[in-house]
C-alpha cells in the first residue's frame, strides 16, 4: 500500500467514524452477519441413472425446532410431482408451459419416498400424508407430511433417514434432463419452513409449505449441505458448494463430493459435452482503491466494511458459444463487485456459472445458491447480434439472487417481489452502470435501448395492475404475476430512488441487505428498515402499490391561459356611477398601450390514493421553464397564475423520475400547437412509441 493510499484511507475512515457519529445508532450498528442461523443439515448420496434419467437416492435430514413450543410433524416438498401427470396444481396452472418451453409428451418427472424413517429405524411410511393447503387438489403430490412419535422439544433435534427414487423431467420448467444434459434442481425430499410465531408477521406458529405452483418459486431453511453424487465418468459436473473430494469408482462411474454451509438449496449439473473454465474473482485486482474509497462513501461506511472477498469462478460453457466467454467472465465479474460493494462481499468461496445447451434452455436464467445458470444462443457469436447485451443481463440478474434470495431469504411462494422485484431494480443498476442508462439491452449504429424502454412499454401497454404483494398463485391472469413481481416493482423502486436521491437510497438498501443477510425478510421487514434508514416512513408512498395495485398516474385536466379582458360595467368614480361596456373596455385597453395579462389555470390530477411528490415545469412565453412541487396529497390541484406572459407548456415530472406512472401521455401540453418552438414535449420516442402501442391495442 503506498503511502498516499493510506492517508486516503485515514481520512475516509476519520470523516466515517465522525459522520456515523452523527447518525441515529440503528443505521451505524449493522455489520455484515458471517453465517446463517442453521436449521437444516443434509447429506445426501445420489447416483444418477443417465440411460433412464433416474436418481437414486439416501438422504440424512436433521432438522432443529427454531421456535419456542413442541412440534410433532413434519412437512416435505416432493417438487418433482408437478411433473408427474396432468392432474397436478403445477400443470393445471400452467398449462404445461413455463417461459415459452413446453412440456414434452413423454417428459414426465415424479419422486418417489421409499422409505422414511427417524434415525433409530422408526418407520414414519405409515402416517406419510399427502398435503394440498393451497388449493385442496386431492392429486396434487408436491408436498407430504409425517407425524413423529414425540414432538421435537424447543431447540432440539430430529433426525431422519429418507430413501427417494427420481424420474427426472425433460426440461422444460428448470429442471430435468435434455439428451445427456441434466441440469438437478428441486430434486431431493425438502422440508418446509417451520416459521416461528412473530416471523414474518405470523401469530401463530406453524409450517410454511406451500404446493408446487406453475408461478412460484421456492423457500427454505438455511443450513449444510453435503452431496455426494455418482455419474458416467464421461461427464462434467459442477454443483452448489466447494467440492471436497472426486472419486474414480473404476466400474465406469465417478462420485464427487460438494459441500456448503450457509445455504438452503443444492443443485448440480452433468454433461459430458461442457467446457469447464476456471477463473478467479481477485478482489484486490478486480476493485481498486478508488472504487472502495467511492463506495464507503456513499453508503457512509468505513472502508473495511467495503472489503469483498476471493471467489473461485468456475464456467460451465457449451463449445458452440466460447465465443461469448469473454462476454459471460466480464459479467460475473462485474457481478462480484457491484452487487459486493453495494449489498455486502458475495460470502462463498465459489461460484458456478452453468451455460445450457440448446435444448436445456428452460433450465438457464436460474438461480441457486452459490450456483446459476445462463441463457444465450450460438446466435449472438454473430454481428450484429453481438450487440444484444442478453447473456451479460442474465447473469448479473441470476448473479443478483445470490443476495436477493440465496441471502435474503424471502418467502418466494408469498411475496415473489422482495426475490425478483428487487432483484430485477438491482440489476438494472449495475447493467446501467456497465453499459449506460439508455443502452442496457441494445447499442448498435446508434440505435440504443434499455431494460427501462422495455418494462416502461410493457407497463403502459399491458399493466396487469394486481397488488405487489401476494401469492404468486392468486394474480388474475396470466403475465400478472411476472409483471407485478419484476417489472411494476424495479419501477416502484427506481421512483423510489429518485425521491430520496440516489445516496440514501443506496444507504437504505445496504442497511436492509445488512440486516436481513442469511434471514428471511418479509415485505414489512423491508418497508420498517428502509423506513428506519432513511428516517420517513415509506409506507403511505409503497403501501397503495404493494398492498393494493393502486396505479399511479398524473395527468392534465383543463389547461387555459387566455388574455385578461379589461374590466367592464358599472364603476364608482368621483362623478358618480358610470357604465363602461365591453368594447368600450376592450377599445381603451388597446389604445392605451397597455401590456395584456393572461389569466393562467392548470389543473393536475392524480388518479387513485397514492401520494407521491412531483414537480410540475410551468413554460411561459419568453421566460425559463419554471418548476413547482406539489405534495401530491388531494386528487387534484388548481394552478393560478395572474402574469404578463401567456403559458406556452406544462409537464407534470418533466424529468419523469416517477416511472411508476403508468401513463406518460396526459403528462404534458401544448397551450396551443405552435411549429416554431421546439417541441421537447413529444421529441421522446417513447411517448411515440406509447401512442402507437395504444392505437393498435396491445
Ligand atoms: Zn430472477
Wanted: proline letters at 6%; aromatic letters at 12%; charged letters at 25%.
Amino acid at each position: 500500500m503506498r503511502a498516499s493510499t493510506r492517508l486516503l484511507r485515514a481520512v475516509l475512515l476519520a470523516a466515517a467514524a465522525l459522520a456515523s457519529s452523527l447518525l441515529p445508532q440503528s443505521a451505524s450498528a449493522d455489520t455484515l452477519p458471517e453465517q446463517a442461523d442453521g436449521v437444516v443439515d443434509y447429506r445426501i448420496t445420489v447416483t444418477l441413472d443417465a440411460g433412464k434419467k433416474q436418481l437414486q437416492g439416501r438422504e440424512r435430514i436433521t432438522w432443529r425446532n427454531p421456535s419456542a413450543e413442541p412440534v410433532a410433524e413434519l412437512w416435505f416438498h416432493l417438487y418433482l410431482n408437478a411433473f408427474q401427470n396432468t392432474n397436478s396444481t403445477f400443470m393445471r396452472e400452467s398449462g404445461g408451459q413455463l417461459r415459452g418451453a413446453e412440456i414434452a409428451s413423454d417428459g414426465w418427472g415424479w419422486i418417489n419416498v421409499d422409505t422414511l424413517k427417524l434415525a433409530d429405524g422408526t418407520d414414519l411410511r405409515p402416517t406419510f400424508h399427502f398435503q394440498s393447503p393451497d388449493d385442496h387438489n386431492a392429486d396434487d403430490r408436491t408436498v407430504a407430511s409425517v407425524r413423529l412419535p414425540a414432538a421435537v422439544k424447543p431447540g432440539e433435534t430430529v433426525t431422519l433417514d429418507v430413501d427417494f427414487t427420481a424420474q427426472l423431467p425433460r426440461i422444460f420448467a428448470r429442471t430435468g434432463y435434455s439428451g445427456d444434459y441434466f441440469l438437478v434442481g428441486q430434486w431431493f425430499p425438502k422440508l418446509g419452513v417451520y416459521e416461528p410465531a412473530g416471523m414474518r408477521g405470523r401469530e401463530t406458529s406453524g409450517w410454511n409449505c406451500h404446493q408446487f405452483h406453475a408461478d412460484s418459486e421456492f423457500y427454505a431453511d438455511f443450513g449444510r449441505y453435503r452431496v455426494e453424487f455418482t455419474v458416467p465418468a464421461r461427464f462434467v459436473v459442477g454443483a452448489t458448494g466447494q467440492r471436497v473430494d472426486r472419486r474414480d469408482n473404476g466400474n465406469g462411474t465417478t462420485t464427487y463430493v460438494y459441500e456448503q454451509a450457509n445455504v438452503h438449496d443444492f443443485a448440480w449439473t452433468a454433461f459430458p459435452g461442457f467446457v469447464e473454465v476456471k477463473r478467479r474473482f481477485e478482489s484486490a485486482r478486480e476493485v481498486s482503491s478508488q472504487e472502495y474509497a467511492a463506495a464507503a462513501r456513499l453508503l457512509d461506511r468505513p472502508l473495511d466494511q467495503m472489503r469483498l472477498r476471493d471467489v473461485e469462478v468456475t464456467l460451465l460453457m457449451q463449445p458452440e458459444h466460447m465465443a461469448q466467454l469473454d462476454r459471460h467472465v466480464r459479467a460475473v465479474m462485474l457481478s462480484l463487485k457491484s452487487f459486493g460493494l453495494s449489498y455486502g462481499y458475495y460470502p462463498h468461496p465459489t461460484l458456478t456459472v452453468v451455460d445450457p445447451p440448446f435444448g436445456g434452455a428452460g433450465s438457464g436464467g436460474m438461480e441457486y445458491p452459490t450456483f446459476i445458470t445462463g441463457g444465450t444462443s450460438a446466435l449472438l457469436n454473430f454481428r450484429p447480434f453481438t450487440h444484444i447485451n442478453a447473456p451479460e443481463e442474465v447473469v448479473v440478474h441470476e448473479f443478483g439472487h445470490q443476495y436477493f434470495q440465496g441471502m435474503l431469504a424471502s418467502n418466494e411462494f408469498e411475496e415473489a417481489w422482495l426475490d425478483e422485484g428487487i432483484n430485477s431494480y438491482a440489476t438494472g443498476r449495475v447493467m446501467e452502470e456497465a453499459f449506460g442508462p439508455d443502452a442496457t439491452l441494445i447499442s448498435f449504429l446508434g440505435w440504443r435501448f434499455g431494460g427501462r424502454d422495455l418494462i416502461r412499454l410493457e407497463y403502459t401497454a399491458n399493466a396487469l395492475l394486481n397488488a405487489i404483494k401476494q401469492p404468486a398463485w392468486t394474480y388474475s391472469e396470466p403475465g400478472a404475476y411476472t409483471f407485478n413481481s419484476y417489472m411494476r416493482p424495479e419501477l416502484m423502486l427506481r421512483t423510489l430512488e429518485h425521491h430520496l436521491g440516489p445516496q440514501l437510497m443506496a444507504r437504505a438498501m445496504r442497511t436492509y441487505a445488512e440486516r436481513w443477510r442469511f434471514r428471511h425478510p418479509s415485505t414489512e421487514d423491508f418497508l420498517a428498515t428502509m423506513s428506519e434508514a432513511t428516517g420517513k416512513d415509506l409506507r403511505p408512498l409503497l403501501g397503495p402499490v404493494l398492498y393494493r395495485g393502486d396505479i399511479l398516474d398524473y395527468e392534465l385536466g383543463t389547461v387555459t391561459s387566455t388574455p385578461t379582458r379589461p374590466a367592464a360595467g358599472y364603476f364608482d368614480t368621483p362623478k358618480g356611477r358610470t357604465l363602461t361596456t365591453q368594447d368600450e373596455a376592450d377599445a381603451k385597453a388597446a389604445a392605451g398601450n397597455h401590456a395584456p395579462q393572461f389569466d393562467t389555470a392548470v389543473i393536475v390530477r392524480c388518479r387513485e390514493d397514492n401520494v407521491w411528490p412531483v414537480e410540475i415545469a410551468f413554460k411561459f412565453e419568453g421566460k425559463p421553464a419554471e418548476r413547482v412541487w406539489w405534495d401530491g396529497s388531494t386528487r387534484w390541484k388548481r394552478f393560478e397564475f395572474h402574469r404578463p406572459e401567456k403559458l406556452e407548456w406544462v409537464d407534470i415530472d418533466p424529468e419523469r423520475r416517477l416511472e411508476l406512472d403508468v401513463d406518460w401521455l396526459g403528462n404534458a401540453r401544448r397551450v396551443e400547437p405552435d411549429r416554431r418552438a421546439a417541441v421537447r414535449l413529444t421529441s421522446r420516442w417513447l411517448l411515440v412509441m406509447q401512442q402507437i402501442l395504444t392505437w393498435v391495442g396491445l
